[in-house]
């Protein structure tokens, strides 16, 4: 299991399954677009206060953006 590629998937699968663009998303994460980007594109490992803001945003709870499906 490649941890990055396990969240960067999930946060897109769950971003999009709110139908919020990149865009929006950042904002709401107070994080930029770029960064969203590369999480999504497996690019970029993220810290804790970042996942955390992330999960907060998607609404849901911090693990379901570790299981793989």
């Keep these: 299991m490649d941890i990055i590629k396990v ?5 897109r699968k769950y971003r999009t399954k709110k139908k919020i663009s990149q865009e929006k998303f950042a ?17 970029r490992s993220i810290s804790l206060d970042n996942i955390q803001k992330i999960a907060d945003a998607l609404e849901i709870e911090t693990f379901k953006l570790f299981i793989e499906d």
Excluded at 7 to 11: A, E, P
């Design 7 to 11: 969240f960067g998937t999930n946060v």
């Design 27 to 43: 904002e709401l994460c107070g994080l930029h677009r770029t960064y969203i980007s590369d999480i999504e594109c497996f690019r």
